[in-house]
């Protein structure tokens, strides 16, 4: 820290300031860490099939956070003096909001992995990384319950080479998947991102400036998204 | 255990996020800055105006600790601007977003990548002449929990309503371009969230309906540029149908 840094320390906590401005070295800021939750949130929101699991530990890493907040709000609960008690409301308030957010992440995740587990189990190997170890564990459990099921209420009946849940035959497959070719909403966080771009009369590159929303499939932006370029809304 | 709603964003999510837009008020009451998760909050000082996220200006306003400054677009005479941009200016396209706050460098910065809400786009120093991501459900909003606070309330409302009105019809007719730039890919520059939200379904179900429709269509043209390489390719979309 130099001169300029406590001058701009002065000068700018005039309460105007932003205050939830960080500093781009430390370690995530708050605000960083709410802006990554919420863009994760809304990109698995908007997108038809799982998107890896989030980077960078943020998930454990936010679940720790919320977990100090609360052992911080029992604390105060303890000594409720009338004057402490709004401020704990706004704190709760705000603990609320974040737990909605990573909640809604998770419980995103799992209507997707419920409507394809097989799908994203088959995918396993090259798709290293796009669910984590519980969900993969809870996904497994899914699949073996929906085939016991399966198997005890009529697949039993069937002729042997008949019970299959994975059969290619006749070139389609019996494992059903997100449609890749679905429409999505998508912005552009970066300045000048191309993509190329699928469409029903010709193909063509597309280049976005910063901010600028566009509609187009969900195949061609998905690299966009996984990269940091593009964000869905 | 799995979230029973729709694929994208709806109206209740968007107005959730909304309330992360910052916006500034003015303190009637002492507030020592609190540790939230986000980050500290300032020190409000009456009368200092401080810059804080909705949801904890709307807490505020409710409890008559706080009053709300409406962000400068959110004035009548912003908005008869902006209608009248919206109408005679530009009927066919949306009135440009405000400019994005950080502008971009040599420097890589993290505030290079923030989007809404996290952009300062309705503080009381935004531009008055341009409607942010989050317009309609801010404005709604506001309306609802400070139409106090608000010069003529009523004139916004109509305003509001003849903005959304006048922007509703134009994204419905983007729909008729779908393939005019080529890529099949549509620019909505300018678009705010709630009527993503609200376009989405018909859009999209428009979009993926030509699409199935021109499938084989559309793979043969594939095949053909491609020299007959894309044989297994057409097959597959086929199928899809």
């Known amino acids: ?19 939830f401005s960080s500093s781009p070295t430390s370690t995530p800021s708050g605000q960083a860490l709410l802006q990554s939750l919420t863009r994760a949130y809304i990109n698995e929101r908007s997108s038809p099939s799982l998107l890896p699991w989030p980077a960078n530990n943020l998930i454990p890493h936010i679940s720790a956070l919320i977990k100090s907040q609360i052992d911080a709000v029992e604390l105060l609960t303890g000594d409720m003096d009338p ?14 909001r974040w737990k909605f957010l990573l909640r809604g992440l998770l419980r995103a995740r799992l209507s997707k992995i419920d409507r394809f587990a097989a799908f994203y189990l088959s995918e396993a190997e090259s798709e290293e990384g796009r669910m984590s170890e519980d969900e993969r564990a809870y996904a497994l459990r899914h699949q073996a319950l929906l085939k016991a099921h399966y198997d005890a209420s009529f697949l039993g009946a069937f002729p042997a080479n008949l ?9 389609i497959s019996m494992i059903e998947g997100p449609d890749a070719e679905k429409g999505v909403f998508a912005r552009a966080i970066q300045d000048e991102v191309m993509f190329e771009a699928m469409g029903r009369e010709s193909d063509g590159l597309v280049e976005m400036k ?5 509609v187009a499939r969900w195949k061609d932006v998905e690299e966009g998204v996984g990269n940091g370029e593009l964000e869905l809304v | 255990m799995a979230l029973p709603l729709p694929p994208g964003l709806t109206p209740m999510e968007v107005a959730f996020f909304c309330e992360m837009e910052m916006i500034t008020v003015v303190p009637r009451q002492r507030l020592e800055s609190l540790e939230l998760l986000g980050g500290p909050t300032p020190v409000l000082k009456p009368p200092q105006r401080a810059n804080l996220p909705l949801w904890l200006a709307l807490l505020l306003k409710r409890q008559r600790r706080a009053n709300i400054l409406p962000p400068p677009w959110l004035l009548p005479t912003s908005l008869e ?24 460098t040599a420097r890589q910065a993290p505030t290079d990548t923030i989007s809404p809400p996290f952009l300062p786009s309705s503080t009381d120093d935004a531009p008055p002449d341009c409607l942010p991501y989050h317009w309609l459900e801010l404005g709604e909003i506001l309306l609802e929990a400070c139409s106090d606070d608000i010069t003529d309330p009523g004139h916004v ?26 890529g099949g890919v549509n620019s909505l520059v300018g678009v705010g969230a709630m009527e993503v939200a609200e376009g989405r379904q018909f859009i999209l179900g428009v979009m993926d ?31 899809e149908m």
């Open chain 1, 1 to 19: 820290m130099d001169i300029s840094d406590i001058l701009d320390s002065v000068t700018s906590t005039s309460n105007r300031a932003d205050p």
């Open chain 1, 83 to 96: 004057r402490s008690n709004f401020a704990l409301i706004i704190i709760q308030t705000e603990l609320e």
């Open chain 1, 163 to 171: 019970r299959g849940l994975s059969d290619t035959a006749g070139g």
């Open chain 1, 210 to 214: 910063r901010g600028e929303v566009v």
């Open chain 2, 81 to 104: 601007r902006i209608l009248r941009y919206e109408t005679e200016t530009s009927p066919n396209a949306f009135s440009p977003p405000p400019p994005h706050p950080y502008a971009v």
């Open chain 2, 157 to 182: 409302r109509t305003l509001l309503r003849d903005l959304r009105e006048v922007r509703m019809a134009k994204m419905r007719a983007s729909t008729k371009d779908f393939d005019a730039e080529g």
């Open chain 2, 209 to 239: 309906g030509l699409r199935k429709l021109g499938a084989s269509k559309e793979a043969a043209r594939r095949e053909q540029e491609a020299g007959g390489e894309g044989g297994d390719l057409s097959e597959d979309d086929e199928m």
